[in-house]
């Protein structure tokens, strides 16, 4: 699982961003590394993000973070 | 050292190989490059598809072979399975001679991490950076002569939909492919990952470890290339593991083991160092290569996604897209059907008037013809449903609706990709079943199978519409404003559903249990769906339909004809039958009465041919079983008759009780005869509670071969279409037990 977020581009080191939740409580959507990949909360809560105040996106209401996934 | 093997355009056809990660347009190239010449298949074992096609460019053969995408050669699906397997040579089938990896020009940032570890493979490989137009217009500039430097491959840039740069790569591809038959035999096309810089450290002098090993342990060197033993190590316990473990033995799953310690002491641990290098590697090279003059800013897709996924709004359109693609796949599909079932209808009437009465007479009209119009009812409705997936996956809309779905499909331990293969179900089983192509983890696509005949389909309505218009008061709940046969219609509709999520939820923990595959689910850019690709997949749809499942189901009426039409003397029928369309030739007007007898007797031969024949003898048979369900013979029968398609219980009903077969539910005659039926002790048959039981079992059971048989053709076995008829029996033979004995007992 981790493996597979980490070919996904979810590497430590690398830039997200939060762009939107599903209806219902539902999977959220990211960004990163120019992709848009969504996922269930329980497959997020494996990933730890630091926040970084400082990328931030006018046109898009979310909050940018860097990355780093623990190992599960 | 051998000569260099020269091979002659004419031996055997050049294997290309194309991959990449899914939404790079690689079907619409593949299409492009293809032409029509496209065969499709399944590859031994798995349920995945198998795409080739046979091109000539420059004069010579290409076999070009369209792998499924995926996202990286560490596989975790049967889909990348497939991939890896092609690409190092299983199956029969020796290693592709030239791979074709295909990038999106506008997000190599993720795109080259499949691309790295392809360099790696024992191959000439070409870049292939496609939908060119797209980051053009994203403001991306890419220096394709310097990406090509860096990465020691040829770098192709594309646009499949508009057509461009098509001619560049077939040239590519036919070059390399000249080049490397040149090379001499035994040498290698490309120089290891680490010595390129993309594994490095640790990571590398293990590899080179390892790989001295092997040759120590005298394994050859086709079996030990780089690729092999850079994947063993990387994928613990994976296929290739298992591979140089058997050739090698103990020894070398020793070394693996050693290797993964030292490198977890070193910081360097697996999977996580592999991903963490090939980025480093990645986001180095683009920094030379790539530039992009626009901040990435709120694309159209951003600005688009903001309304269609839009919490409220997004789930309210999605549902209306949904139901607009229903309604019209309805409403198109219903007069193209007709259309069909009347040219069917003229050559039976065209059969009968040159052909006497007679038993070839029969199987031409009632079981031939009937047996192909039982086909071809289907196709209008799959065509318009894969037209309208297609459209909706190849413009990038299907993936927010499984976005947007997923939570509710949770409910069901299923995922939100499964939502349109059952909500189509609701409508008929058929492309419902053929639509769960759409979803790519196994488990959830059998599991999606086996309770898509549950949702009430069409055919189930007219069994309900006689039952309820003969047995259920016409009275009203609630003060009188809520009729009551309307709700009893509303729960017999939703009574499959219901069943459907305990049913989904025991599968998912029984015999599909499993590991649920996370939901990593791409949202790709919108873009216009490419027409060519979707009528492409629509006509390959139709074809693997009538081909693959059309057969049985032309076989099984045909069958099931025989069995209500023999063993019996039709010697009687044949001659009153004669005598009716004798008179209706000659003038049906003044004749009426006369014919009107002659019908009754005919339809009394009918009903006792039925009784005698093998369906008939069945029905009586079971008769026991059924009675605890309320039911007497005539019942059994009928619902017997049914199983391969349930719209003919109604004829059969018809013909048992001597109205002929051309009732319908509607039919006040039938209604009444219904009402009067009596045991032979004199108690009337039918009562509220048998009409529920009736209804219900109808709700539960898989009386469809079609279904059947297009299971039979997506699962690739027969275990689980006689699964899903086994199951939904006894699902449906205890509901209309329950039903009838509670009933009685109210």
Known sequence: MASRLMEMGFVPGAAVQVLRRAPFGGPIQYRVHSVSISMRVAEAACISVTNDAAWSEPAVTASAAELQVAAT | ?746
């Open chain 2, 1 to 746: 050292m051998p000569s260099p093997a020269i091979r002659s355009a004419s031996t055997r056809p050049a294997r290309v190989a194309l991959i990449g990660n899914p939404n790079t347009g690689k079907s619409t190239l593949f299409n492009a490059l293809s032409g029509m010449r496209v065969r499709t298949g399944n590859y031994p074992g798995v349920t995945v598809e198998k795409r080739v096609g046979r091109t000539q460019w420059s004069g010579r053969n290409i076999e070009l072979i369209d792998l499924p995408g995926t996202y990286s050669l560490s596989p975790k699906s049967p889909d990348e399975m497939v991939a890896v397997q092609v690409l190092t040579g299983c199956y029969d089938e020796p290693k592709p001679d030239l791979i074709v990896c295909i990038c999106n020009a506008s997000a190599l940032e993720r795109n080259l991490y499949l691309a790295t570890q392809v360099l790696e493979v024992d191959c000439p490989v070409i870049l292939c950076l496609n939908m060119w137009d797209a980051a053009v217009r994203a403001g991306i500039q890419i220096d394709t002569e310097s990406l090509s430097r860096e990465l020691g491959v040829r770098v192709v840039a594309t646009s499949a939909t508009l057509r461009e740069g098509l001619a560049e790569l077939k040239a590519a591809v036919v070059e390399s492919l000249t080049a490397s038959e040149a090379v001499a035999e035994g040498a290698s096309h490309r120089t290891c990952a680490h010595a390129a810089g993309i594994l490095s450290g640790p990571v590398a002098m293990e590899i080179d470890r390892l790989k001295e090993l092997l040759t120590t342990l005298g394994i050859p060197a086709a079996k030990r290339s780089p690729f092999l033993v850079t994947r063993s190590l990387l994928d613990p316990a994976g296929s290739v593991e298992c591979l140089l473990t058997n050739d090698a033995g103990s020894a070398y799953s020793e070394a693996l083991d050693e290797s993964r310690k030292l490198l977890a002491a070193a910081g360097d641990e697996i999977p996580g160092v592999e991903a963490r290098q090939r980025y480093q590697f990645i986001s180095r090279v683009l920094s030379r290569v790539q530039k992009r003059t626009r901040a990435p800013s709120a694309t159209l897709t951003d600005r688009i996604d903001a309304v269609l996924t839009h919490r409220v709004f997004g789930f309210l359109i999605c549902l209306a897209v949904l139901m607009f693609v229903f309604s019209t796949i309805y409403w198109f599909s219903q007069p193209v059907s007709e259309t069909v079932e009347g040219v069917l209808g003229w050559i039976s009437s065209q059969i009968r008037h040159t052909m006497a009465p007679g038993p070839l007479r029969s199987l031409l009209t009632e079981g031939i013809v009937a047996g192909v119009g039982s086909v071809l009812v289907f196709l209008p409705q799959i065509c318009l449903l894969f037209l309208f997936i297609g459209l909706l996956e190849d413009c990038g809309y299907m993936s927010r609706a499984a976005f947007m779905m997923d939570r509710l499909m949770g409910l069901l331990g299923l995922s939100g990709r499964s939502f349109l293969p059952l909500m189509s179900s609701f409508a008929c089983a058929v492309p419902g079943v053929m639509a769960t192509r759409v979803i790519d983890d196994r488990r959830d696509r059998f599991v999606t199978i086996l309770i898509a005949p549950l949702m009430s389909c069409s055919a189930r309505l007219p069994v309900y519409v006689l039952m309820i218009g003969a047995f259920i008061p016409d009275t009203g709940l609630l003060g009188g404003w809520l009729p009551l046969r309307a709700v009893v219609l509303f729960a017999m509709s939703t009574l499959g559903l219901v069943v459907a999520v305990p049913v989904a939820l025991i599968l998912r923990r029984t015999l599909l249990r499993g590991e649920p595959s996370p939901f990593l689910l791409e949202l790709p850019d919108y873009h216009l769906p490419s027409m060519r690709v979707v009528l492409l997949r629509v006509w390959e749809s139709g074809m693997s339909f009538v081909v693959r499942a059309g057969t049985l189901i032309f076989a099984t009426s045909v069958l099931v004809w025989a069995a209500g039409s023999f063993p019996g003397d039709h010697a009687q029928q044949y001659a009153l039958t004669a005598q009716i369309e004798a008179l209706q030739a000659v003038d049906e007007e003044s004749n009426l009465a006369e014919i009107e007898t002659l019908a009754a007797q005919l339809n009394l031969q009918n009903s006792q041919l039925l009784e005698q024949s093998l369906l008939g003898r069945m029905g009586v048979a079971i008769e026991p079983l059924v009675k605890p369900l309320g039911w007497d013979w005539r019942i059994g029968v009928a619902v017997i008759a049914s199983f391969p398609a349930r719209e003919v219980v109604i004829a059969t009903m018809g013909t048992i009780y001597s109205l002929g077969g051309d009732v319908d539910e509607e039919n006040a005659g039938l209604r009444d005869t219904l009402r009067g039926a009596k045991w032979p002790d004199g108690t009337p048959v039918f009562s509220i509670p048998v009409a529920i039981s009736i209804m219900v079992f109808f709700a539960l059971c898989a009386q469809c071969v079609s279904t059947l048989m297009v299971i039979r053709r997506e699962t690739n076995s027969w275990r689980w279409p006689v699964f899903s008829f086994v199951y939904m029996t006894v699902l449906a033979y205890i509901g209309a037990f329950l039903s009838y004995q509670i009933g009685m007992r109210l």
